[in-house]
């Protein structure tokens, strides 16, 4: 458990309360991004709370910064400092300017650590299969199957016609061969 802290923020709590609001108890990384698109000067200051936290866990403790979570994160109201804005007759308005201390908490989450797999993927490169594709895979690659290619193929020809087409073909023979049976009878 590691935790960061951004003390006297010149923001007021309510603005940073509602972007801590929408990261709380999610992972490290989304909550990263969504930090990141959030449209509220608040989110600047959270998320450099939050990429503190992550830093300390990864230096100090040696932990995997895709593996962590956010156990827990509030903001407390600091100082108030008072100021005066002068109004018409001799009066004075108040005006409040509110300071924060921001507190990020992120854990190691044992979820995560099953869900992420640690192998490096380059653009462009297809896997290297050394096994009989016996078994549908969820990714594509060429079979080699000679026997499977048509004759177009095979000779480097692009093939005439697609799946679609050939459904509408049978179809229109089908119902030819109904037409003919009709006529018979």
Not at 40 to 69: H, Q, T
Not at 71 to 91: E, I, K
Not at 123 to 136: N, S, T
């Amino acid at each position: 458990m590691t935790k960061a802290i951004a003390k006297y923020i010149r923001m007021s709590p309510r603005k940073l309360r509602r972007v801590i609001n929408e990261i709380r108890g999610k992972d490290a990384k989304s909550a990263q991004t969504i930090l990141k698109f959030m449209p509220y000067a608040g989110a600047r200051v959270v998320e450099k709370v939050l990429n503190s936290a992550v830093s300390n866990a990864k230096e100090n403790e040696k932990l995997n910064p895709d593996e962590l979570r956010i156990t827990r994160a509030f903001v407390d109201q600091s100082n108030t400092l008072r100021r005066w804005r002068p109004m018409s007759r001799g009066r004075g308005y108040p005006i409040l300017k509110r300071t924060s201390h921001v507190t990020v908490e992120v854990s190691l989450d044992e979820k995560l650590i099953g869900a992420i797999k640690h192998h490096p993927v380059k653009k462009g490169v297809k896997p290297v299969h050394d096994h009989k594709h016996d078994h549908e895979h969820d990714h594509e690659h060429d079979h080699d199957h000679d026997e499977h290619k048509s004759k177009d193929v095979k000779a480097g020809l692009k093939p005439t016609s697609t799946k679609k087409e050939k459904k509408q073909v049978k179809s229109k023979e089908e119902k030819v061969k109904k037409n003919k049976k009709d006529k018979e009878e």
